[in-house]
Nanobody, 123 residues
Framework: QVQLVESGGGLVQAGGSLSLSCAAS????????MGWFRQAPGKAREFVGG????????LYADSVKGRFTISRDNGKAMVYLQMNNLKPEDTAVYYC????????????????WGQGTQVTVSS
């Protein structure tokens, strides 16, 4: 069983930055894939990006490419989402998730989820 806890959300003006953290505990396997998702009110959960736990290879959604960066610290069992040049359309609850299917944007493929953290970007 894996537990995930996100932190770092908040309110920021457009053009600003926020850094989210995801603390993982429990049985973390080297072949796990860590994903970040977001969900705005009335919308489906959207894949933001992900990183392989073993090699740190990343993949990003087109909507955030060049603005968001995902990293991980295996020793601390942490995954990070650095968000720069934020836009009002980035407003959502952000979730980290873990699964075994690499690079998949399908939320159904992820086995464990955090509780989410709210990010609000004002215009």
């Amino acid at each position: 069983q894996v537990q995930l806890v996100e932190s770092g959300g908040g309110l920021v003006q457009a053009g600003g930055s926020l850094s989210l953290s995801c603390a993982a505990s429990g049985q973390i396997f080297s072949n796990y894939y860590m994903g970040w998702f977001r969900q705005a009110p009335g919308k489906a959960r959207e894949f933001v990006g992900g990183i392989t736990w073993s090699r740190g290879s990343t993949l990003y959604a087109d909507s955030v490419k060049g603005r968001f960066t995902i990293s991980r610290d295996n020793g601390k069992a942490m995954v990070y989402l650095q968000m720069n040049n934020l836009k009002p359309e980035d407003t959502a609850v952000y979730y980290c998730a873990v699964g075994r299917l690499l690079y998949t944007p399908n939320p159904g493929a992820y086995e464990h989820w955090g509780q989410g953290t709210q990010v609000t970007v004002s215009s």
